[in-house]
């Protein structure tokens, strides 16, 4: 976690080794383009990108993204009831399927 002084947003930096990956200038340039494109994408059930990079010498793709308190929606899941023992109700299960499915739409969209 940390702050964009650029954006003035809180942020989490994210690093991917690559390194057992074999990744000829071909397969690199298109992950390079495909996190480009995620960088441009809106949508309110999508993290946002705010940018990417590659180490080169660590064999390392960063990237960061918006912070969200609440962490991903397994770690909400496992935090809000399977700690209580309570049950997701299925209006709750339906609303977050069509957020996912309304984001993975999208995606597809923008041919991503």
Known sequence: QAMDMEEGVEVVWNEINIACVPLEDDNLVKLCDKLTKLTKIE????????GSWY???QSKVVFTTEYYSAGSLHTFIQRRFQVNKTRINETLWKR??????????YLHTKEI
């Open 43 to 50: 949508h309110p059930n999508l993290l946002k990108l705010y």
């Open 55 to 57: 180490k080169k010498e």
């Open 96 to 105: 977050w399927c069509r957020q996912i499915l309304s984001a993975v739409s």
